[in-house]
């Protein structure tokens, strides 16, 4: 199971489901992003349990779980809550939230919100906040990522979920194997990376160096390879 980043949807994975052959790979689009319909509650939570929702509807008992930025926050907490069927967790790039992070949140400013203008200037100013944050120009994962912004009424929503979740309150939930994926081009979570980690002392550690906020996307052989090698350790 593949969890996305926030404001993305699915194909943030498409470049990865093609080389994890052997799995049943599933990557749905979260609540409230995509083509699925909104999600009842902007929180963590919720999402979490629309995720375990539909593996439940597919009749999948245990799975491996595989998180990106947001999706890593949500695949975080289905490990907590239903520790039994995660078979092994993966958390790229994914924030630790307690009380210093969620101050820090809650001034943050909006990063996927720029105010239209007629003749389409918000348009480049998206597409250039975003390329700071890649390692190199991509205009296929650029354009993913503005289809994605333009999608949504408030594109900062899944930053909203984020800043209000207790990571702290989910400590040792899950005691299964954990890989911590960091991506040195990324300069907002590779700085942050040793919280994560700090919360799963059974948990291994790899950094992606030619990885971006997009690593899926970027770098999605890397990203592959360390979920490959991840389970192939684990005995999974």
Not at 1 to 22: I, K, N, Y
Not at 166 to 171: I, L, Q
Request: aromatic share 8%; hydrophobic share 45%.
């Amino acid at each position: 199971m593949l969890l996305h980043q926030t404001p993305r949807c699915w194909d943030e994975f498409a470049s990865v489901m093609p080389l994890l052959d052997g799995y049943r790979v599933i990557t749905p689009d979260l609540l409230g992003f995509g083509a699925s319909g909104p999600a009842p509650e902007n929180t963590i939570e919720e999402a979490a349990a629309s995720v375990t929702g539909l593996l439940d509807a597919l009749g999948v008992g245990e799975f491996h779980l595989v998180g990106h930025h947001f999706g890593g926050l949500v695949a975080y907490h289905v490990a907590a809550v239903v520790p039994g069927r995660v078979r092994s967790l993966v958390l790229s790039s994914t924030p630790y939230v307690d009380a210093d992070e969620r101050r820090r949140r809650a001034s943050a400013e909006p990063f996927n919100v720029v105010p239209p203008v007629d003749d389409g200037a918000h348009l480049a100013a998206l597409w250039q906040r975003r390329t700071g944050f890649l390692a190199g120009a991509s205009h296929r994962v650029l354009s993913r990522y503005v289809r994605d912004v333009l999608d949504h009424a408030d594109a900062d929503r899944g930053h909203a979920a984020v800043a209000a979740y207790r990571s702290e309150d989910r400590v040792g939930a899950y005691s299964g194997p954990v890989l911590c994926v960091a991506s040195a081009r990324d300069p907002r979570a590779f700085p942050a990376r040793h919280r994560i980690a700090a919360a799963f002392p059974q948990a291994g550690q790899v950094v992606l160096e030619n990885g971006d906020i997009s690593s899926p996307e970027t770098v999605p052989e890397e990203f592959a390879a360390a979920i490959r090698t991840f389970h192939a350790g684990a005995g999974a």
